[in-house]
């Protein structure tokens, strides 16, 4: 699964711009976080159609780039602690991480989408079990 990084001017709008650009071409939002940055509005977005997203993303005005990268998916025991287990196994291997947010949650578990840095991503994948 991928993750469209778009980075945009910080300014009023920004967001409903990307959230009607991409659902204009039919594209859901999966999972988002947004936040502000040295005048900068930072979108990390995991939609049903990434190229597109990412197409329709970079046609936006006030919007400075527009990135893909490989993200993790992976499923949590929905219970106190369980976030800090996996990061500190990640963090003990030198793995380091570009984002991390809640891409669903149910009773029972939590899914999470995990972006480490490129050099890291074949070692995050071994650490947390996944082939």
């Known amino acids: ?3 469209v990084t778009i980075i945009a001017r910080n300014e009023v709008g920004s967001l409903a711009a990307v959230a009607e650009a991409l659902g204009g071409v039919g594209v ?9 940055r040295d005048g900068d509005a930072i ?3 995991i939609t049903n ?4 997203a990412a197409k329709s993303a970079s046609k936006i ?3 400075k780039n527009v990135q ?3 993200v993790i998916i992976f499923k949590l025991i929905n219970r106190p602690g369980e976030l800090g287990k996996i990061t500190r196994k ?3 291997r030198g793995v380091n991480l570009e984002s991390l947010y809640i891409v669903s949650r149910k009773p029972d578990f939590t ?13 995050a994948k071994e650490v947390l079990g996944i082939k």
Request: proline share 5%.
């Open 68 to 70: 893909e990268a490989e």
């Open 28 to 36: 859901n939002i999966e999972a988002i976080s947004a936040y502000g």
């Open 1 to 3: 699964m991928k993750e």
């Open 61 to 63: 005005p006030g919007v």
């Open 90 to 92: 990640l963090a003990n």
């Open 43 to 45: 979108f990390r977005v």
């Open 49 to 52: 159609d990434y190229t597109t």
């Open 111 to 123: 899914e999470i989408a995990i972006r480490p840095e490129a050099v890291h991503f074949s070692l």
